[in-house]
Nanobody, 129 residues
């Protein structure tokens, strides 16, 4: 059973940068896909960026050119560097990994999630009831 633990979230002003880290308890050699998802309030969880074995790296259109996913095989860590952040990037970010099971689909692992909030003076706040 794998464990994924995120770190590095927090509050940042629009236009700022923030880095996330994910410690993974299993060997990267056993992983098929690993990456980052996020879920904003009232929205579905969405893929942000991911590595897939044999298929390279994928980024959501909304973060291309601003976010960079990377990994350190020796340290069993995955990273997400986020630049030029805007309020729409505010969400809980989740670290994700999966393993292919021979003839039986895949096994998924998720981190507990970490909050990233992009807010500063002038940020529009919408309150609904």
């Amino acid at each position: 059973q794998a464990q994924l633990v995120e770190s590095g979230g927090g509050l940042v002003q629009p236009g700022g940068s923030l880095g996330l880290s994910c410690a993974v308890s299993i060997s990267f050699h056993s992983i098929n896909t690993m990456g980052w998802y996020r879920q904003a309030p009232g929205k579905q969880r969405e893929l942000v960026a991911a590595f897939t074995f044999g298929a390279g790296t994928h980024y959501a259109d909304s973060v291309k050119g601003r976010f960079t996913i990377s990994k350190d095989n020796a340290k069993n860590r995955m990273y997400l560097q986020m630049n030029m952040l805007n309020p729409e990037d505010t969400a809980v970010y989740y670290c994700y990994a999966d393993q292919l099971l021979a003839g039986r689909g895949r096994k998924e692992y998720w981190g507990q999630g970490i909050q990233v909030t992009v807010w500063g003076q002038g940020t529009q706040v919408t309150v609904s009831s």
